[in-house]
């Protein structure tokens, strides 16, 4: 498989989301109502199905800590610049950040590992890593600008596990795999079809929300402003991915594989988030057209001087 054919699916399936919602096969509710279907049932069912069968041990910690930092430093600086460069409120903020850190490493990373690593063992690790510890970090901070007064309250971060089902299924997924537990065949086989929705749906969905009829409540989705996440996502994440793996004196296959990873398009996931919570669609659906359409050079320039 060549790293065209791996995104090809990708942009067919958003091309099949904005045709339909432009001819009204979807209705006017259309994306949010997809939107919704994978944040509550379709993602869970795939994160945990994904999280219960990944073994957690033999973890790589030199890689994975050179991916961290890189996620750390673009997540955190499109956080926290985002309101100084482009006057983002404090609730848009963090899709901000993730829009220009968290990689797409499920449906793309999976193809673009197998045709560049040669395996997925680091992208699961990678996986884990965005799951556990990115992912809640960014909707606990969407729960708490949610909360009318935007306050920190203990009560609601405790309870974000039972009430968001994405930090849910991750959990229990986690605890699965920890303890050695596997589903009856009927609860997998049930849950293996839901989660098989997850990335089309999503897609479409992403697609779908390229064309509106009405103004989202987001529509400031400017041109600087989208050649500053791509540069950060497809340049700044791989080049930090880069040092960082030089100053932990990684070998080259495992430097390879860090900054291939790390040079993964955004994640379709950053627009359900947005568009769960309200906050930057336009921008995070965008995002993740352009980088998705432009990390292709990224990798293949990746793969030409480190492969």
Request: glycine residues 10%; aromatic residues 6%; charged residues 10%.
């Amino acid at each position: 498989m060549s790293l065209v054919s791996a995104f090809v699916p990708i942009w067919i399936l958003t091309v099949v989301g904005y045709a339909a919602c432009r001819w009204g096969l979807l209705g006017e509710a259309g994306a949010a109502v997809l939107g919704r279907f994978v944040f509550q049932l379709a993602m869970p069912a795939a994160l945990f199905l994904a999280l219960s069968r990944m073994p957690l041990s033999g973890f790589a910690g030199r890689p994975l800590l050179a991916f961290a930092v890189s996620t750390a430093a673009v997540v955190g600086f499109g956080w926290f610049g985002a309101s100084r460069l482009f006057g983002r409120a404090p609730g848009e903020r963090p899709v901000w950040g993730m829009a220009a850190g968290y990689v797409n490493s499920a449906n793309l990373g999976i193809p673009i590992a197998t045709q560049v690593l040669g395996d997925v063992a680091f992208l699961a690790q990678v996986v884990l890593l965005q799951v556990l510890v990115v992912a809640p970090v960014i909707l606990v901070a969407l729960d708490r600008h949610r909360d009318p007064a935007g306050r920190v309250r203990m009560h609601r971060i405790a309870s974000l596990p039972v009430r968001n089902p994405v930090i849910l299924a991750s959990l229990l997924g986690v605890a699965c795999s920890a303890a050695g537990l596997r589903l009856p065949a009927t609860a997998d086989a049930t849950l293996t079809l839901l989660s098989g929705a997850a990335a089309p749906a999503a897609l479409v969905a992403l697609g779908a929300s390229l064309h509106r009829r009405t103004p989202s409540r987001d529509e400031r989705a400017a041109p600087a402003e989208l050649a500053v996440i791509a540069a950060l996502k497809l340049v700044g994440q791989p080049v930090v991915a880069y040092v960082a793996g030089l100053a932990l004196h990684l070998p080259a296959p495992q430097l390879l594989a860090v900054v291939v990873c790390a040079g993964l398009p955004t994640a379709q996931n950053t627009f359900i988030f947005g568009q769960e919570y309200g906050v930057g669609e336009a921008v995070t659906s965008r995002a993740v057209l352009l980088t998705t359409t432009l990390s292709l050079v990224t990798l293949a320039a990746a793969a030409a001087v480190l492969g």
